[in-house]
């Protein structure tokens, strides 16, 4: 069992700060990577930031500059840090982790999802 628990999410002005973390629990290991997904009223679920066990990371094109993920491996956590936040950036946010799997495959799990809104 793998269990994944958000925080962070809230409503924000443009511009604004936001830090979304999300702590894993359960038969996690081993970690392939860790990262935030957002889905946007009418839109497809895409990929925010990822990272992985080694400390790789990627971003969309749109939040590069903006937005910085982290992890900590030993607390089992990810963060991710949001600033000068848009109205596009309006989504419900979700942690995903990726474990490995025999042979040579993984499983996606996923957190119930938390609501950023940014707006005046």
């Known amino acids: 069992q793998v269990q994944l628990m958000e925080s962070g999410g809230g409503l924000v002005q443009p511009g604004g700060s936001l830090r979304l973390s999300c702590a894993a629990s359960?038969?996690?290991?081993?970690?392939?990577?860790m990262g935030w997904y957002r889905q946007a009223p009418g839109k497809q679920r895409e990929l925010v930031a990822g990272?992985?066990?080694?400390?790789?990371?990627n971003y969309a094109d749109s939040v590069k500059g903006r937005f910085t993920i982290s992890r900590d491996n030993a607390k089992n956590t990810v963060d991710l840090q949001m600033i000068s936040l848009k109205p596009e950036d309006t989504a419900v946010y979700y942690c995903n982790l990726r474990r490995r799997t025999n042979p040579g495959g993984s499983n996606n799990y996923w957190g119930q999802g938390t609501q950023v809104t940014v707006s005046s």
């Open positions: 990272i992985t066990s080694g400390g790789s990371t």
């Open positions: 359960g038969s996690i290991f081993p970690i392939l990577s």
